[in-house]
């Protein structure tokens, strides 16, 4: 005569294991997720790799959302044990997909650029970063015209900046700001550049004006066009905060070479920390400075928006800042 465990386990229905497969794969990519950012963040892997590994745990949430799929239509098909499993590894997967869905989606969305510019005729350079690059990163180059075509028309609040403040006042707000963003702020190393400038308190180096000839380095200057005024009124001081567009400058046509000074740095994004390389000019005018920037992914082809981000936020700020309150156009 049976028992009754006996008879039970006769009944027992079998466990599917596209179920059980399911769920160890997705919280599996947990601690594989955690380990890869960390990682990169710490420097024991390099980026390159970093793309590929995040590849394959796309992939590996793939294959997890299938197995979970085929366990539930085990379980409608044979009734075999499998819906909380499938249930608990198709939702983690999710979860942990859905962020690579909302990047894919800007990809399609947003247009294939890694450098973008408040100028686009006459783009701030680069000097010390270059020094960091490599050849399998991102090359400097001047936007081509499709570049720029496709910058106007996807991130058309990108602008430069005319403040009618001193040089000084405006070098140290945007020394001060690239500090509290905790970017990574660099300095040149060319000779004429070595002298600190102790009197804006930023510590920085500024890069020099003049070549080893004595003759500036800038010879010309292009030809710039009326801009947007917009007039602003903070709460202690009154003036007037231009907002430029990309392709053209508002100001005078005469021939006398314009002090400038750069700011390079080094930002990193929040989660992976995949970093660009940061150029603010400042241009000493008559009546004031005048504020250009650049950002470059170091890696991919797309910066899936990212460059425009870090643009348009820190001219938000410096705006705020320098109590030139105003919407780019």
């Not at 949430?61 to 009734?79: E, K, Q, S």
């Not at 962020?99 to 947003?110: A, V």
């Not at 701030?124 to 936007?143: K, S």
């Not at 010309?220 to 009326?226: I, S």
């Amino acid at each position: 005569m049976t028992t009754i465990d006996e008879r039970l386990a006769r009944i027992e229905r079998p466990r599917s294991n596209a179920g059980v497969w399911c769920k160890r794969l997705s919280f599996f990519a947990i601690p594989y997720f955690v380990i890869v950012v960390l990682a990169h963040r710490t420097g024991n892997i390099e980026t390159i790799p970093v793309f590929w590994m995040l590849g394959v745990g796309v992939l590996i949430l793939v294959a997890a959302l299938a197995l979970g799929i085929r366990g539930f239509l085990d379980l409608w098909n044979n009734g075999h044990e499998a819906g909380l499993n499938s249930a608990q590894g198709m939702f983690i997967a999710v979860l942990l997909i859905l962020p690579f869905l909302y990047f894919g989606g800007k990809s399609l969305l947003l247009p294939p650029l890694y450098d973008i510019s408040t100028d686009l005729e006459d783009a701030p350079a680069y000097d010390t970063v270059l020094e960091l690059r490599n050849d399998n990163m991102n090359g400097i180059e001047a936007p081509s015209d499709q570049a720029r075509d496709l910058q106007l028309r996807a991130y058309p609040k990108i602008s430069a900046r005319r403040y009618p403040l001193g040089e000084a006042r405006v070098f140290k707000a945007v020394v001060e700001l690239i500090g509290e963003k905790d970017w990574t702020i660099l300095t040149t190393n060319s000779e004429q550049g070595k002298a600190p400038i102790d009197d804006e308190g930023s510590g920085l180096v500024a890069k020099p004006t003049k070549g080893s000839d004595g003759l500036p380095l800038r010879l010309t200057l292009p030809n710039y066009r009326p801009a947007k005024r917009i007039q602003v009124t903070p709460s202690t001081e009154t003036f007037e905060s231009e907002q430029i567009s990309p392709v053209g400058r508002a100001g005078d046509d005469s021939d006398d070479a314009q002090q400038e000074r750069y700011v390079e740095a080094v930002a990193s994004s929040f989660l992976f920390g995949f970093e660009s390389d940061v150029v603010i000019r400042l241009i000493e005018e008559e009546e004031g400075t005048l504020v250009d920037m650049r950002s470059s992914s170091r890696w991919g082809p797309h910066d899936l928006g990212a460059n425009a981000s870090i643009i348009i936020d820190f001219m938000s700020e410096l705006d705020t800042t320098l109590q030139g309150l105003g919407e780019g156009t």
